[in-house]
């Protein structure tokens, strides 16, 4: 059983930063790929970003790539999402998504490889 927990959302100007945790409950925090995934009112759940089980690869969707980085703390069992420069478009409910030993990085794009989710956290880009 894996559960996981979002934190760090808010509201923030155009241009600001916040740092999204995401609290990962499992007895084997490092065989755990985690992604980020968002969805704004009325779209689709579109992927974010994804970190592999052992922390060496991330990967980025174009939209924010250069803005956005994710990491993972094996001894907090916590993935992190820093988000720099954002902008309006970025508004959206962020969740975090386990994926059990996923490693590749065309099965953590896809919203179905993981099996396990939290419950959101509200992001807000205003002015």
């Known amino acids: 059983q894996v559960q996981l927990v979002e934190s760090g959302g808010g509201l923030v100007q155009p241009g600001g930063s916040l740092r999204l945790s995401c609290a990962v409950s499992?007895?084997?925090?490092?065989?755990?790929?985690v992604g980020w995934f968002r969805q704004a009112p009325g779209k689709e759940r579109e992927f974010v970003a994804a970190?592999?089980?052992?922390?060496?690869?991330?990967y980025y969707a174009d939209s924010v790539k250069g803005r956005f980085t994710c990491s993972r703390d094996n001894a907090k069992t916590t993935v992190y999402l820093q988000m720099n420069s954002l902008n309006p478009e970025d508004t959206a409910v962020y969740y975090c998504?386990?994926?059990?030993?996923?490693?590749?990085?065309?099965?953590?794009?896809?919203?179905?490889?993981?099996?396990?989710w939290g419950q959101g956290t509200q992001v807000t880009v205003s002015s």
């Open positions: 998504a386990a994926d059990p030993g996923g490693a590749r990085e065309s099965r953590l794009r896809r919203l179905s490889s993981y099996d396990y």
């Open positions: 970190i592999t089980y052992g922390g060496g690869s991330t």
């Open positions: 499992v007895r084997t925090f490092s065989t755990i790929a």
